[in-house]
């Protein structure tokens, strides 16, 4: 997955916000809060995406192979995909949408309902 392409799946979530920070990192949010973050250094250099994720999901994709703790939220269970192609794009996406529900569902109800994301 593109860069690009990861942020036009990202701004498909419901109420998310984009930064560029940390450099020239996307930076996607929900509510204020990180729930996504696709970097690449230097010409050339493949799209770094990093993830919040369940529990579960993290114990299994650390032990992948192209996937690792991401740095600096490692004890918060991110994981980043640290070689192309570790995930498909379809897997990508899907970890990527559970990330937003995992932060969504960590705000406030009065935050989740003036985004838009409860009743």
């Known amino acids: 997955m593109t860069r690009d392409e ?3 799946f990202c701004k498909s979530l419901p109420a998310t916000t984009n930064v560029i920070q ?5 930076v996607w ?7 996504a973050v696709c970097s690449s250094w230097g ?19 650390t032990q992948q192979e192209g ?8 004890r918060a269970k991110w ?12 897997d990508l996406k899907a970890y990527v949408e559970a990330a937003h529900k995992i932060i969504a569902a960590k705000l406030t109800k009065k935050q989740q309902k003036d985004l838009g994301l409860a009743d």
């Open 29 to 35: 949010k929900v509510g204020g809060k990180i729930f």
């Open 43 to 61: 010409e050339g250099a493949h799209p770094k995406v990093s993830f919040k994720c369940s529990d579960i999901s993290y114990s299994l994709l």
């Open 6 to 8: 990861f942020d036009a």
């Open 67 to 74: 996937l690792i703790p991401a740095p600096y939220l490692a």
């Open 79 to 90: 994981v980043q995909m640290e070689q192309e192609n570790a995930l498909s794009d379809k």
């Open 22 to 26: 940390w450099g020239n990192a996307s």
